[in-house]
């Protein structure tokens, strides 16, 4: 059975993710961000901080795939980050069951469960850094949880150290590490923190080659912890006010219940009443709430998918709590237990069409459709003022990924406050002329290249007077 189940997860998540995947690049699903991450991949730069090192090498082996384009490539790369987060979800939610006659099947909902959820669904069809994070922190409650680790300690603080070389919110977690060991065990986990963390040495190495995206030129110790740091999305934590904050609450409730409905929270909230096992109450219970009140306080506009976390957790006490109810069903009649795991299933698979229209991106053209349109109506040797994340990635993607118009010169507005991008500006365009003035502004570019036409392209509009 266990065999059964995990190839049903395999074939049912890899048919809907294949089914509805973006077929380029894409804005929807909150990854404006993607045209960054795709081009610093396949430039081996740097996008927009913290830099993301782990996605970075991995991304760059799917870039590599015979198949499709360039950001089909390296939306694939979320699809099986997703797959494999719920395999590694089977696996811890069997194990914590295997007292149960069912443990198959509920790891098998639970697993099932996460993969469909709406938001987690969504992630896996874009190109985005949530799915790995996805990935990694389902690996972290995986070896928290797990007994006579291979590797020890080390490895299992190792993990935790990984997951932060792909988000830096993943350092959440590692007050977990504190827990549950004498000091020897602790330092070697700290040490194996350590070990992880040492991946974002590779970013001065992409730094010093100078490749066209190249966010803080980390090159410099400055720039390196300037963008580890996050220096630039610092404005956006505590800056909400009380009854914000309450909003959002509301909002992530109602998030909760789009995910899992009414039947898999009270599945949820059952396991949590009566949960026994302290050894996943502990680490589940402080993920879901430590990446909720994240959520909550970071005021992003698109903070919620952090809480990616959270359904996680919510898909393992969902199955804790079915199996609690089926074991309480047993006692009465087994047919019955059995019928209600059936129905359940069922449930679960009957919900997948609506999600499906719900999410489905396959023929989603409006990034590319922007490119196109962009890049015709722009002359030719022209210099191109851009605002807006999607315009600008969405061109970087264009020019330094796909090599389109390299005759044109990108320039980001909102990126020329910062002191990197200006000799960043010098190495993409050697005939470039870029003032050496304190604070450069678009005005001294413009006065300094009178050689260059010039386009403005905004979110609202492409204007090349």
Not at 292 to 318: G, K, P, Q, R
Not at 351 to 374: N, W
């Amino acid at each position: 059975m266990r065999r059964l189940s995990q190839f049903l997860i395999v074939f049912t998540l890899g048919v809907v993710y294949s089914l509805t995947i973006a077929p380029d690049l894409t804005w929807s699903h909150f990854s404006a961000d993607g045209g960054d991450l795709i081009a610093a991949v396949a430039v081996n730069g740097v996008p927009h901080p913290a830099g993301y090192p782990l996605y970075l090498l991995l991304a760059k082996f799917f870039q590599y795939l015979p198949v499709g384009s360039l950001a089909f490539r390296t939306n694939l790369f979320s699809a099986v980050c997703t797959v494999l987060a719920a395999l590694v979800l089977f696996n811890l939610i069997r194990e914590q069951l295997r007292e149960s006659p069912f443990h198959d099947q509920l790891a098998l909902l639970g697993a099932l469960a996460y993969g469909v959820a709406p938001a987690v669904w969504a992630q896996a069809l874009v190109t985005e850094v949530y799915a790995l994070h996805g990935l990694l922190i389902v690996l972290c409650l995986r070896v928290f949880t797990k007994d006579n680790l291979r590797g020890g300690e080390w490895s299992r603080g190792f993990v935790f150290g990984l997951a932060a070389t792909n988000h830096l919110t993943s350092v959440l977690l590692f007050p977990l590490l504190l827990l549950s060991g004498d000091i020897k065990k602790i330092i070697l986990r700290l040490s194996g923190v350590a070990g992880g963390l040492l991946l974002y040495l590779s970013l001065p190495l992409r730094a010093a080659g100078n490749p066209p995206v190249n966010w803080g030129d980390a090159s410099t110790l400055d720039g390196f912890f300037w963008l580890v740091g996050g220096a630039a999305y610092r404005g956006y934590t505590f800056q909400l006010s009380f009854f914000d904050i309450i909003d959002r609450m509301r909002a992530a409730a109602g998030l909760a219940l789009e995910q899992f409905t009414l039947v898999g929270l009270f599945f949820a909230v059952y396991s949590l009443l009566g949960m026994r096992s302290v050894r996943v109450l502990l680490p589940t219970v402080w993920s879901a709430s430590i990446f909720l009140i994240f959520s909550v306080v970071y005021a992003s506009y698109d903070s919620h998918v952090y809480l990616i976390v959270s359904w996680l957790c919510i898909a393992v006490w969902a199955a804790q709590g079915l199996g609690d109810l089926l074991q309480l069903l047993s006692r009465y009649s087994e047919s019955l237990a059995r019928l209600t795991m059936v129905f359940t299933l069922v449930l679960l698979f009957a919900r997948i069409p609506f999600t499906y229209k719900q999410v489905d991106l396959s023929h989603d053209a409006q990034a590319q459709e922007f490119i196109a349109v962009t890049l015709e109506k722009i002359p030719n040797q022209a210099l191109v003022l851009v605002t807006g994340d999607e315009q600008v990635f969405a061109l970087w993607y264009a020019q330094f990924a796909q090599h389109r118009r390299e005759d044109i010169v990108i320039v980001a507005e909102g990126l020329l406050q910062f002191d990197w991008y200006p000799r960043t500006l010098k190495h993409i365009y050697p005939n470039l002329s870029v003032p050496e003035t304190e604070t450069t502004q678009s005005f001294d570019l413009l006065t300094a290249n009178p050689q260059y036409s010039v386009c403005y392209v905004s979110p609202e509009a492409v204007e090349c007077p």
